[in-house]
């Protein structure tokens, strides 16, 4: 193994993103969880963000959605 491989990170190596890795790492976590720490932790893993279209230049209402739609 050359000096230049020994230093990626091997989520990068593995064709991950670390995003990603961060989020198969959280899922693992959330699993080993036992009750009740696992539904407060399922229920705080929805994910929620807004979309804003743009028409001429002007911006339009935002929509929330969640990861479920």
């Known amino acids: 193994m050359s000096a230049t491989t020994a230093a990626v990170p091997f989520w990068r190596a593995a064709g ?3 995003i990603g890795y ?5 899922a693992l976590v959330r699993r080993c969880l036992k009750e009740p720490y696992k539904s407060d932790a399922a229920s705080r893993e929805k994910v929620h963000f807004s979309i804003t279209k743009w028409t001429d230049g002007k911006q339009e209402k935002p929509i929330v959605r969640t990861d479920d739609e």
């Open 16 to 18: 991950m993103t670390y």
């Open 22 to 26: 961060s989020n198969v790492c959280a």
